[in-house]
């Protein structure tokens, strides 16, 4: 079935640092949606991508979905202590109602 | 817009008793799935409703497992009988169908099986 990779699993920053995750599939995906959760919490949705080669951004976060639709990438800038979290990557399966999620990319900011 | 409703946050048991978690979707949200997560990896899809009928179940493990969405709103999932590696935080989310927007996950119930 379809799998996608997100990279990498963790990621030490010191405040203020910028913070990269990357997800890749090998198929052609219909859209991708990303998801952040805080510890102990539970997954809320930041946005979904659509369109080839589409950036959107959210104050400190940019998104950008690949031109060929087969990676994706989210993007923090100046991270801070409220951005701590696990990032998911949750692409569109062969139902447009079902996600197929990655293991996500830990956030955490060094003291 | 009041959000996903799960009950209980929390649950412990012992291997081999039963434990029913329950579910209430956003109003007007068709679609419902419950999802697996153990701790430090990803959700792992269980079960999708689509209104009361039942469109993915491939990775239920049928045995011990079940969930009902009788009247097309709220969701029971049941584990009979419950076993060490259950342990995990099931979480219930919905979604208003094709739209394209983003599931509603509810705060989830954390399961620790003894």
């Known amino acids: 079935g379809q799998q996608v990779m997100q990279i990498p699993q963790y990621q030490h920053v010191q405040e203020g640092e910028d913070f990269t995750t990357y997800c890749n599939s090998s198929?052609?995906?219909?859209?991708i949606q990303w998801y952040k959760q805080r510890p102990g919490g539970h997954p809320v949705f930041l946005i979904q991508?659509?369109?080839s080669g589409e950036v959107k951004k959210q104050k400190r976060l940019t998104f950008q979905f690949g031109e060929a639709k087969k990676n994706s990438s989210l993007h923090i800038t100046a991270t801070q202590t409220t951005d701590v979290g696990t990032y998911f990557c949750a692409p569109a399966g062969d139902s447009n109602y079902q996600l197929i999620w990655g293991a996500g990319t830990k956030l955490i900011i060094k003291p | 817009e009041a959000g996903v409703a799960q009950s209980p946050r929390y649950k412990i048991i012992e291997k081999r008793q039963s434990v029913a978690f329950w579910c209430n979707p956003i109003?007007?949200?068709?679609?419902l799935y419950w999802y697996q997560q153990i701790l430090g990896q990803g959700p792992k899809l269980l079960i999708q409703f689509q209104n009361n009928g039942v469109v993915d179940d491939s990775q239920l493990p049928k045995d011990r497992f079940s969930a009902e969405r009788l009247k097309g709103v709220d969701s029971t999932l049941k584990i009979q009988p419950a076993k060490l590696e259950d342990s995990a935080v099931y979480l219930c989310a919905s979604s208003l169908t094709g739209t394209g927007v983003g599931y509603t996950f509810g705060s989830g119930t954390r399961l620790t099986v003894v």
């Open positions: 991508l659509v369109k």
């Open positions: 109003s007007g949200h068709a679609t």
């Open positions: 198929t052609t995906l219909s859209n």
